[in-house]
């Protein structure tokens, strides 16, 4: 506590056991945007799809414990700014399950390198509604429209496509 010139200043209580899942994932997402900004290229997607599946284990983890440990009866914690009870408590649990799907659905690149859903979204998004067809090999590669047949031409061994067309 600490005397002002007014009155006393008090802390409100915090039960950080109650918040543990929102603290795992934040702390998540800064370690996220610091992989990204300092990983090379190629570092990157295996660092963040690792980082977000131990991030979703570990707040289910925490979530499982505090679930099992809580009383029935709900409270707030953080000043009154957060309302924790059992609805809350299957909502997060949901919503981590809901994301850790999600994040194996984008992650997936055993199709296509980048996923499936990016690179036909992402190739209809540059070249237009038509319909996209690819080759057996990244020199036979084509985007666009029937009767077009604009070549991909990698600029490096690691490179997707320049847009010459050839």
Do not use: K
Not at 41 to 68: D, E, M
Request: glycine share 14%; proline share 7%; aromatic share 4%.
């Amino acid at each position: 506590m600490e005397t002002l010139a007014q009155g006393t200043l008090s802390v409100p209580p915090i039960d950080y056991g109650a918040i543990a899942p929102l603290l795992i994932v934040l702390g998540a997402a800064c370690i996220a945007v610091l992989l990204e900004a300092f990983l090379p290229r190629h570092q990157r997607w295996p660092a963040q799809v690792a980082l977000s599946v131990v991030t979703i284990g570990a707040a289910g983890i925490a979530l499982g414990i505090y679930a099992g440990s809580a009383g029935p009866d709900g409270f707030t914690t953080l000043g009154d700014a957060l309302a924790i009870d059992r609805p809350t408590l299957f909502l997060w649990g949901t919503l981590l399950a809901l994301g850790l799907g999600g994040l194996l659905l984008i992650a997936d690149r055993s199709v296509e390198p980048g996923g499936a859903i990016m690179a036909s979204a992402a190739a209809r998004a540059v070249h237009g509604n038509g319909p996209v067809t690819v080759g057996d090999g990244p020199e036979d590669r084509s985007y666009g429209r029937p009767g077009s047949r604009r070549r991909c031409r990698p600029r490096s061994s690691r490179s997707r496509c320049s847009r010459s067309a050839g």
